[in-house]
C-alpha cells in the first residue's frame, strides 16, 4: 500500500494537543499517548481531503497533500465585521444593466478561485466553472441562443410554458434588448458531474458564494434562470457548444461585469418566514 496523502507532523513544533484527531471528520488519525499523530496508510482511502487537520492546528505542524500550512492565510482578524457581511447580503442586488467593457482578468480570476472554496457534498470538490470571460463571447453564445430560439418558434417547437422566450426574441430583434443574458460582459455555468454525492447544491453554494464575494469586489451578478432553462432545456446542442461534460448536471447560470446601475439602499423584506418545530 503506497502513502498518497503525506500526512506529515514536524515533531519539533508539535504540542500533541490532539486537535487534529479530534476534529477529523473520518477519524482517521491517531495519537499513541507517547508519541504524535499520524495516519494509518490502511484508513488513508477514508480521508475526505478536508484538511480540517492542517487548519485546526495552532502551531502549523500538520501537512497533508503536499500542502505547507505556512502557505495558509492565518484567521486571526482576518474576518469581516459581522455588521458589514450583514450590509453586504442585504445590499446585494440583481443587476441587469453593465457596463459595456470586461472584467479585469486578474479580478475576474480572484472571483473564481475565491469560489472554488464553497463546501461540497462530502468534500467531492468536483464543481466546474464554464466561463465565458469576454464580452464578445458572450455575443456570440447570445446570437447561438437567440437564433436557436428563432427556429424552435418558427418550428412552433417552443413548449407551452417556455412561450415567453418568443417574446425575448422578438424584443432583442427589434429593439436590440437582450432580457435572456441581460447584456452582461460575462457568464458563468457552475456544474458538476451526476454521480457526486450532492451535484446540485454544490453548484447552487460555489455560485452564492460567487455573487456575493463578486458584488463586495464591486462587481454585479444577476443568477440567470432564463439562460439555464435556454441552454439546457431549449438548446442542448449549445451545452456542447460551450464543451459542458455530458455527464454533468447543470447546476445554474449567472451573468456578472461592472454595474451600470448604483443602489443606494438595501430593499426591506417581510420578517422571516420561521417556523420553530418541536
Ligand atoms: C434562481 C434564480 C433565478 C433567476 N433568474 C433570473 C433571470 O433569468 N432573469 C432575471 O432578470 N432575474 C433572475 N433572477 C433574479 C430575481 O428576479 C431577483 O433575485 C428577485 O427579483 C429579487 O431581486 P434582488 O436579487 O435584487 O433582491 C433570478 C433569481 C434567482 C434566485
Not at 13 to 38: F, K, L, T
Not at 67 to 93: H, Q
Not at 128 to 135: A, E, R
Request: hydrophobic letters at 40%; proline letters at 7%; one cysteine or more.
Amino acid at each position: 500500500m503506497t502513502k498518497m496523502l503525506d500526512f506529515e507532523i514536524d515533531k519539533k513544533n508539535c504540542s500533541r494537543c490532539g486537535q487534529c484527531v479530534a476534529d477529523c471528520p473520518a477519524r482517521i488519525i491517531s495519537m499513541p499517548v507517547d508519541g504524535y499523530p499520524y495516519m494509518p496508510i490502511e484508513k488513508e482511502g477514508r480521508c475526505y481531503k478536508c484538511q480540517h487537520c492542517l487548519a485546526i492546528c495552532p502551531t502549523g505542524s500538520v501537512s497533508i497533500l503536499g500542502f505547507d500550512p505556512a502557505d495558509s492565510s492565518c484567521l486571526a482578524c482576518g474576518y469581516p465585521e459581522p455588521d458589514k457581511l450583514e450590509t453586504l447580503i442585504k445590499g446585494r442586488r440583481s443587476v441587469r444593466r453593465y457596463k459595456d467593457e470586461n472584467l479585469d482578468p486578474a479580478l475576474f480570476q480572484k472571483l473564481l478561485d475565491v469560489a472554488w472554496h464553497a463546501p461540497t457534498g462530502v468534500n467531492s470538490r468536483q464543481v466546474l466553472f464554464t466561463v465565458l470571460d469576454s464580452k464578445e463571447k458572450v455575443a456570440q453564445l447570445r446570437d447561438e441562443v437567440m437564433a436557436g430560439l428563432g427556429k424552435l418558434i418558427k418550428e412552433q417547437a417552443l413548449p407551452k410554458k417556455m412561450e415567453s422566450y418568443a417574446n425575448f426574441v422578438k424584443i432583442w430583434e427589434e429593439h436590440n434588448i437582450d432580457i435572456i443574458f441581460r447584456g452582461a460582459p460575462h457568464l458563468v455555468i457552475a456544474s458538476a458531474p451526476m454521480t457526486v454525492p450532492t451535484p446540485e447544491p454544490d453548484c447552487l453554494i460555489a455560485l452564492s458564494y460567487f455573487e456575493l464575494f463578486a458584488q463586495a469586489n464591486g462587481v454585479g451578478t444577476l443568477w440567470n434562470g432564463l439562460a439555464k432553462w435556454a441552454i439546457n432545456d431549449l438548446l442542448p446542442e449549445t451545452r456542447h457548444l460551450l464543451g459542458i461534460p455530458d455527464d454533468h448536471l447543470i447546476g445554474y447560470s449567472m451573468v456578472f461585469g461592472y454595474p451600470d446601475v448604483h443602489f443606494t439602499r438595501t430593499v426591506q423584506h417581510y420578517p422571516a418566514l420561521i417556523h420553530r418545530a418541536l
